[in-house]
């Protein structure tokens, strides 16, 4: 008998939500074949079986939420035979989701043991059901039938605006995948008149309740609560702010090489390689030299120590939906421009659609962001700790110049960096810079491209 448990993701995640279990008490289970769905802050992903044997015990049902370390299930050997001597065939085996469930997306609502709002909802959630009045609403009476053990998953938002419009949750229809309630169905009970009206006993409220999500109120203001991602990234960067002695500065490149080489080979790239040639990996190549050559960048300060790293795991700002990602590309420094590319768009690409390896998430020792493409001029990154700098890449674009005493137009591009004064001064930080930016302006990246 061998227990399962939850899942380290990353270096600050310290606890995770139990999304959807893909195999029942009873199950076969292979080696790595996945096991249950689970989201935290830094990413939602499967996670696999390291044994094979039988599952023979959920110890967390779905929708909780649990420390990592905690013991979630148990397996048994391929007999199925437990510590007891039984087999998990004598264990009665719990009812099965039903067919909706199959296609479930990984960021299904969190269940009540978590007071989050998870990154991606529900379908059903995200677009608000109109539903009618039958639909929306079971008689009075009578509380609606046991809909099954997923209908009980209700998201954080779903609970918050059942309390506001004093929303009887037994009196709504779910229209969500396995019959959870969802937004627009509490929305719908609420406009064919199922809310009830607060009770003479209950106490008189001094303010007027708030506003549900999504309602404009008066002076055109919009209601939307913070997400538990915004909340989280909220905490960290706040907390990176409190612990470091964060200072900056920049460097304006001259990237006027690169962009001609890209824009003479970026469409035999993609049609080789299945994916656009953009400016990052030219950052990220000249960037993880730069930190080889100044490794005190690439440290990490623990408690009264520098942990100075002479290998480089570069972390790369994703932007989607949600908010923000950093997956890591490890073994950086190993890497050519163009491995670097490839790895680069399989961790972004990946990211945006909730399909990151729980490794990939942490061990970073240094991080990049792109605000570029977005249209920013330089920005002031905050510090992904326990790292000591973040380099932000804003966007190229052509400006007018002085090049050898000649007014002339070139792709230019200022690339600033945010680093913490208890590991990094300012001549290092300078000169780390420096070494960047003539990488970017000096090196033949074709022939590392091997194009």
Sequence with gaps: MSSVKM?????????????????????????????????????????????????????????????VGTEVAEISGSDGTGADGHGAQDKEKPEAADASDAGTPKS????????????????????????????????????????????????????KLAAEQNVDLSRVAGTGSGGRITKGDIEAFVAAGGATTPTADAPASKA?????????????EEIVPVSHIRKLIGEHMKASLEVSARAWNAVEVNMENVARLRERHKEAFKAREGFGLTY?????????????????????????????KHFVNMGIAVSYDEGLIVPVVKGCDTMNLLGIARAINDVATRARSKKL???????????????????SIISVP?????????????????????????????????????????????????????????????????EDLAL
């Design 357 to 375: 390896k729980p490794d990939e998430v942490h061990e970073g020792t240094f991080t990049i962001t792109n605000p570029g493409p977005f249209g």
């Design 280 to 308: 990052m990996p030219f950052v990220t190549r000249a960037v993880t030299e730069a930190l080889v050559a100044f490794p005190m960048v690439n440290s990490e300060l623990r408690g009264d120590q520098i942990v100075v």
């Design 108 to 159: 299904a609502p969190t269940g009540p043991s978590t007071p989050v709002e998870t990154p991606q909802a529900d379908p059903a959630a995200q677009v608000p059901q109109v539903s009618t009045p039958s639909q929306a609403i079971a008689p009075a009476a009578d509380a609606l039938p046991d809909r099954g053990p997923r209908s009980q998953i209700l998201s954080p938002l779903v609970r």
């Design 382 to 446: 905050i510090i992904n700790q326990p790292q000591s700098a973040i380099l932000a890449f804003d966007t190229v674009e052509k400006r007018v110049v002085v090049v050898e005493d000649a007014i002339a137009i070139r792709h230019m591009v200022y690339i600033s960096m945010s680093w913490d004064h208890r590991l990094i001064d300012g001549a290092l930080a300078s000169q780390f810079l420096s070494r960047v930016k003539q990488n970017l302006e000096t090196w033949d990246f074709a």
């Design 7 to 67: 899942p380290q993701l990353g270096e600050t995640v310290i606890e995770g939500t139990i999304l959807k279990w893909l195999k029942q008490e009873g199950d076969q289970v292979a080696v790595d074949e996945p096991l249950f769905e689970i989201s935290t802050d830094k990413v939602d992903t499967e996670v696999p079986a390291s044994e094979a044997g039988v599952l023979t015990k959920i110890l967390v049902p779905e929708g909780s939420t649990v420390a």
């Design 208 to 220: 007027a309740a708030p506003a549900p999500e999504g309602a404009v109120a008066a002076g055109g």
